[in-house]
């Protein structure tokens, strides 16, 4: 698969979409996309499980992240701060029956306040 970029318009490219969605539920929409999949879009340093990098994709979703213009922002730190948020949803929506730590809950704090005030 040739790597794709997504625009600022609400629906994936059709070469994207067919890369991060599975085939029941490409509807194109990138609300419709699980945290996963948006760490897919700009995580620039992807690999398959046998540790080959995934080129397509990271060209992608090197484009993805020039095209969002936050210069100021590291990437690295925002991608892993951005799959921390997924495995904290991924416990809530799973219903560990662990409560969220002090620390979770301050880990989703400060990625709302970053992304106020990126947007």
């Not at 948006?38 to 992608?60: F, I, S």
Request: with cysteine.
């Amino acid at each position: 698969m040739r790597g794709v970029a997504f625009t600022r318009d609400t629906r994936l490219p059709q070469a994207l979409k067919r890369a991060v969605q599975s085939n029941d539920r490409k509807t194109g929409k990138i609300a419709d996309l699980m945290f996963g999949q948006y760490v897919m879009l700009l995580d620039g340093d992807q690999h398959n499980w046998h540790g080959h990098r995934k080129e397509a994709l990271c060209a992608a979703a090197d484009q993805n992240w020039q095209t969002l213009g936050w210069t100021g922002v590291n990437r690295v730190q925002f991608v892993r701060q951005l799959d921390r948020v997924r495995e904290i949803r991924n416990q809530i929506a799973h219903f560990d029956p662990e409560p969220l730590s002090p620390q979770r809950a301050e880990d989703l704090r400060q990625f709302v306040g970053l992304l106020r005030q990126l947007t």
